[in-house]
């Protein structure tokens, strides 16, 4: 017979690994849930060029903190840039950008599925240079670049430039020579130009 210290145990070993799963599964599906927001423009009357941003908000707000930095590194060398959330309101007719600029956290290794989805929903990238923006923890993602990436060039786009940026700051030091990614961010946007 199971003693009532046992039974009393198990249930709280149940209830521990159901509220885990439970709480991994919605941080997952809030991860992966398109956000609606409109276009905001940033620097009308720049003349570099004209970049469209689109990103998948995360659970933090260091994905939002990375896109924002390339965006002021855009800005500073006079882009207009135009931001947005990716989801199937985001507008797909790219013929007045010269720049498309993709972001996104990674969840379960992979980029979120709004961004995914954005690139599917385009169609024909018909040639787009490509910026990706991605944002992890440390040893998270991996391939993701390369999933991202792929689903552009699929899509005809070129991928110009691809940044994994990690929230742990040895991890980007180990890639970019230095910890912050806000830094890192920002002078990547500084050093795109059109090509």
Known sequence: MVSKRIKIAIIVVVVLIVG???TVGILFVIGHTPHVSDVQVSNPEGNAGVAF??????????????TNAFVDGLISNDWRVEITTASSQTPTDLSNYDLLVLGSPIYADTPTQPVMDYVSNVGDLEGMNTVIL???????GDDAPSILGNHVQEANGVVVKSLMLYSTSASNEEQYGTTDPIVIATKAGEECSLL
């Open 134 to 140: 991605l944002t992890g923890g440390a040893g998270t």
């Open 20 to 22: 885990f799963f439970g």
């Open 53 to 66: 941003v689109v990103y998948q908000p995360g659970i933090s707000n260091f994905q939002e903190k990375v």
